[in-house]
């Protein structure tokens, strides 16, 4: 028998029974949309975890200045001839490591006195440069951060243009955001100085996850509500004026950072520079191996799936083939092999969950889109192993399931059947 | 000569409940012959007919078809014999219901590996007076008519072999005379071996030879 025969029989046995084609073919779509929903929801929210983790600062390496932010125990002396942190170092270690990161980031922290109408408020200041930015996400910001041109113009004239926290808007004004635009004066280094406001940042609760580091180094962190609020302005690092209190080292990716660090202790040691190294990687990899853990229960729900697919269609199928128990007899007897008459069972099931591909993803589109996007907000993603994997997979449950009556037909004797000695 | 067997021992079941169905049976056929079996019911006919025509094989004993063993043939070997050489007319037809007398006549082609047949399914169909039904269904014929479709599928094999099994046996007597007129002219225009199985004796009667069937042996 010629493999167009194979199929030409498979289509006929199809076409002459729609229903049930339908009803495998259904079993087949719902099992593939609901395999495609779950791996694109499980991936998709370790892919936003990851991603968000990340936005925190997981990726983050802070080499601090002791020797700037003073000896205290957490960060400890350091070692006898080793010098701190300058803006130099940070050019250079900009120029090593030049694209392999996405940024070197100076840093510097430093306390002033703002005064804004009746209010005078003590407060942090970081200097720092755009790429501080990439933390700061749409949404908690209104205005903008520190963009480039802000740096030349700082260089310029006598106003700064500057970013500030909210918390420490909320001293001055009742209404935070209306502060961008507006100029407050401060003291700094026993200068007074004019700022301009052209951000404000919220949501405390992300920076200061990001920022958690800066508390040792801040000179205000004697000040306990000044470790729980952000009253922050953020200006423009400029290498002439302010002193290096360390440098972020901002990875691509937080699997990175693993890699980056001896390179950095081995820049730093080389120009015997003494930082201390705050890597915030310990918390990050136990949420990164919940989301794994996720991730596991996520595969075996589906193969659960899968198998229920396989039990639904094998029973369906297996009712099928015994009606057509007659006509394998007599085709037997026509002169049709054993593997002629298993062919079409199988190919039958290969086809019908072929058919089934496409309805199942457009009804995973459906599912991941009207469903699970709005509910969890993240983006559904699928690994390019699981556009071609699940397809697969689905077709080999559907020969799993069609094995069990092609070994009933396999093993029909026809003249059993057709003496009418069965039953 | 096209059918020789010796010592066919034919069994079904075990202990208590074992049937010996065909019991050391010798049987030779020539070519050309019309051979008649009889017996009652249960004296094994129809085992005999499918082991003759490759459905069934013996328990023990031999069988040459056309001086071929066809003991040790395989799976394979055995579908083409089925496929080209013997024809099957059964006593409750086995048509395809779903499939119209064309179709059922064509059942058999899906699997040829040799030449294509010299008789188009047309033409057999004609051949049986049929060709005014050949798209009709099963059930919109009479029990003449489904048996005579039922003989258009075992001829387009141009078979050298024609089991019949009880072909008239769901037929009235009339239709039952005629299915054997057909049978006859086809098989003197063909030169057809035809072993035909009944226990209507005036059925037996136009066979060459009659052999008898008691309890799966000779009847001496
Ligand atoms: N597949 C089978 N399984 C068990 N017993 C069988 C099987 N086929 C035949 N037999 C038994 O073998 C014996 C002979 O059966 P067979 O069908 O050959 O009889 P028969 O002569 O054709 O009878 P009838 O005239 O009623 O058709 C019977 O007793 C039957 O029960
Ligand atoms: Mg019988």
Redesign the pocket.
């Known amino acids: 028998m010629s493999p167009a025969t194979a199929i030409s029989l498979t289509l006929t046995a199809i076409a002459r029974h729609p229903m049930r084609a339908v009803l495998v073919s259904s079993t087949f779509a719902i099992g593939f949309a609901s395999v495609l929903s779950i791996i694109a929801t499980i991936e998709g929210g370790q892919r936003a975890i990851k991603h968000d983790l990340d936005a925190l600062g997981t990726d983050l390496i802070a080499c601090l200045n002791p020797i700037r932010v003073g000896p205290f125990p957490e960060i400890g002396e350091v070692e006898e001839g080793l010098r701190a942190i300058e803006a130099g170092d940070v050019r250079a270690l900009a120029e090593m490591l030049g694209s392999e990161v996405d940024g070197v980031i100076p840093l510097s922290v430093d306390l002033v006195v703002t005064r804004r109408g009746g209010v005078a408020m003590t407060h942090t200041v970081l200097a720092t440069e755009p790429a501080f930015g990439e933390v700061v996400r749409s949404g908690m910001l209104a205005g903008r951060f520190l963009e480039a041109d802000d740096f030349t113009r700082s260089n310029s004239s006598e106003v700064v243009p500057a970013a500030i926290d909210e918390a420490l808007a909320r001293r001055f004004t009742d209404e935070p955001a209306k502060m961008v635009g507006e100029r407050i004066s401060t003291v700094r280094g026993g200068k007074a100085m004019e700022v301009e406001i052209i951000g404000v940042l919220n949501d405390p609760i992300t920076l200061r996850k990001h920022l958690q580091l800066l508390d040792g180094t801040s000179k205000a962190r004697t000040i306990a509500a000044r470790r729980l609020e952000f009253l922050n302005l953020y200006l423009p690092f400029r290498p002439e004026v302010d002193r290096c209190a360390g440098v972020l080292v901002d990875a691509r990716d937080s699997s990175d950072v693993e890699a980056l660090v001896p390179r950095l202790k081995s820049f730093f040691s080389a120009r015997a520079v003494g930082p201390y190294y705050h890597i915030q990687k310990l918390w990050v990899g136990q949420v990164l191996s919940m989301a794994d853990r996720l991730g596991k229960v996520g595969h075996f729900l589906w193969i659960v799936d899968l198998l229920v697919v396989l039990v639904l269609v094998a029973s369906i199928s297996l009712l099928a083939v015994d009606e057509s128990f007659a006509e394998v007899a007599l085709r037997r007897a026509e002169g049709a092999t054993v593997p002629e008459v298993v062919a079409p069972v199988l190919l039958e099931g290969i086809f019908l969950a072929l058919a089934g591909l496409l309805p199942g993803w457009l009804l995973s589109v459906v599912i991941l889109r009207e469903g699970v996007q709005p509910v969890l907000v993240w983006e559904p993603y699928l690994p390019p192993l699981a556009i071609w994997g699940t397809p697969l997979l689905l077709v080999v449950t559907a020969f799993l399931a069609y094995l069990v009556p092609a070994r009933r037909v396999a093993r029909l004797q026809p ?2 059947v057709l ?1 009418g ?1 069965r039953d | 000569m096209l059918v020789e067997m010796k010592g066919i021992v034919r069994e ?2 075990v202990g208590d409940a074992k ?1 010996v ?1 065909c019991d050391h049976l010798d049987l030779t056929v020539e070519t050309g012959e019309f051979i008649a079996i009889v ?10 007919l499918q082991i003759l025509g490759c459905l069934d094989s013996p328990d023990r004993g031999s069988y040459l078809f056309a001086g071929r063993n066809v003991d040790g043939f395989s799976d394979r070997e055995l579908a083409r014999i089925r496929n080209e050489e013997i024809g099957f007319v059964f ?1 409750s037809f086995h048509l395809l219901g779903d499939r119209n007398a064309l179709e059922n006549v064509r059942l058999s082609l899906d699997y040829r590996r040799g030449d294509p047949p010299p008789d188009s399914a047309e033409d057999l169909l004609d051949r049986v007076g049929l060709s005014k039904r050949i798209h009709h269904l099963p059930s919109q014929l009479s029990g003449g008519e489904r048996q005579r479709v039922a003989i258009a599928r075992a001829l387009i094999k141009s078979p050298r072999l024609l089991l019949c ?2 072909p008239t046996g769901n037929l009235d007597s009339t239709s039952s005379e005629s299915l054997l007129d057909l049978l006859e002219e086809l098989r003197t225009e063909r030169r057809i071996t035809v072993v035909l ?1 009944s ?1 209507d004796s005036a059925v037996a009667d136009r066979s060459d030879r009659i052999l008898t ?1 008691v309890d ?1 042996r000779w009847a001496s």
């Open positions: 003249a059993v003496s000695h | 079904f079941g049937v169905a017996g009652d019911s249960g004296s094994g006919k129809s085992t005999l006593q099994d009880e199985v226990h069937l799966g």
